[in-house]
C-alpha cells in the first residue's frame, strides 16, 4: 500500500516567517503534485512535479522533488497571512492508468499577522 | 474556478439511508475521479470512471456505486448510509489520467 506522510500536520507562525513542508514515503512516484485547500473549497493545484531532484519556483512557494522520487518538500518563504490554509502533497499512482491520487494528511497553515 | 460543479453542497442524512451526489465535469473532460475526504485528512480515492465504465477503484465497500453518464457528468451513490460516511466527498475531472480539477465538494451529514 503506497502511503504519503506530510508533517507537520500543524503550523502557526507569525507573518514573514519562513517554513518547509515534507512530503514522505516508501513508494515511488511517477509524479508528485501539491494543492491547496481553503475551507469550504476543493484542492487547487499549485505545482506538478516529475523529475527526481526537480525544483520549481511559485513565486514566493519553492517545490522539490527527491532525487528517488518517494519525497518532496514545500518551503515557504516571507509567509503572508493569505498563505493561511491545508497544503496537500499527492502521488500518482504509477501502477495503474488511471492517474489515481494519494494524498498525504494535510498540513494546516496558519500564518498569524 | 475549475468548471467542475457538485451538488448539492451539503446534505444531511440519518444511518441507514441512500444518498446521491452529483458533479458536472469541466467540458471536454471524459475522465471523473471521486475522493471522499474525512474532517482534518487527505482526501482518498473511492473510485473512476472514464468514458462510463469503472476505471479503477480504491479501498471502498460496494455499497459505494456511480455512473457517468454521455456527456460526462458523474453520480456517487452511497447505500446503507453509516455514521463513518460524514465527509466531504469531492469529485476530479480530468482528460484521461491527466491533471485533475476539483470541485468545492458537498459535505455528507449522517446522523
Known amino acids: 500500500t503506497q502511503l504519503l506522510e506530510q508533517s507537520p500536520q500543524f503550523l502557526s507562525i507569525q507573518e514573514g516567517e519562513n517554513l518547509t513542508v515534507y512530503c514522505n514515503s516508501s513508494s515511488v512516484f511517477s509524479s508528485l503534485q501539491w494543492y491547496r485547500q481553503e475551507p469550504g473549497e476543493g484542492p487547487v493545484l499549485l505545482v506538478t512535479v516529475v523529475t527526481g531532484g526537480e525544483v520549481k519556483k511559485l513565486k514566493r512557494l519553492t517545490f522539490q522533488f527527491g532525487d528517488a522520487r518517494k519525497d518532496s518538500s514545500l518551503h515557504i518563504t516571507a509567509a503572508q497571512p493569505g498563505d493561511t490554509g491545508l497544503y496537500l502533497c499527492a502521488g500518482e499512482d504509477g501502477s495503474s492508468n488511471t492517474g489515481k491520487l494519494i494524498f498525504g494528511q494535510g498540513t494546516t497553515l496558519q500564518v498569524k499577522p | 474556478e475549475t468548471g467542475v460543479t457538485q451538488s448539492p453542497t451539503h446534505l444531511i442524512k440519518t444511518r441507514g439511508q441512500q444518498v446521491t451526489l452529483r458533479c458536472s465535469s469541466q467540458?471536454?473532460?471524459?475522465?471523473v475521479s471521486w475522493y471522499q475526504q474525512a474532517l482534518g485528512q487527505g482526501p482518498q480515492f473511492i473510485f473512476q470512471y472514464y468514458r462510463e465504465e469503472e476505471n479503477g477503484r480504491g479501498n471502498f465497500p460496494p455499497r459505494f456505486s456511480g455512473l457517468q453518464f454521455p456527456n460526462y457528468s458523474s453520480e456517487l451513490n452511497v447505500n446503507a448510509l453509516e455514521l463513518d460516511d460524514s465527509a466531504l466527498y469531492l469529485c476530479?475531472?480530468?482528460?484521461?489520467?491527466?491533471?485533475?480539477?476539483f470541485g468545492a465538494g458537498t459535505r455528507l451529514s449522517v446522523l
Open positions: 467540458s471536454g473532460h471524459n475522465t
Open positions: 476530479a475531472s480530468s482528460v484521461g489520467p491527466g491533471i485533475q480539477y
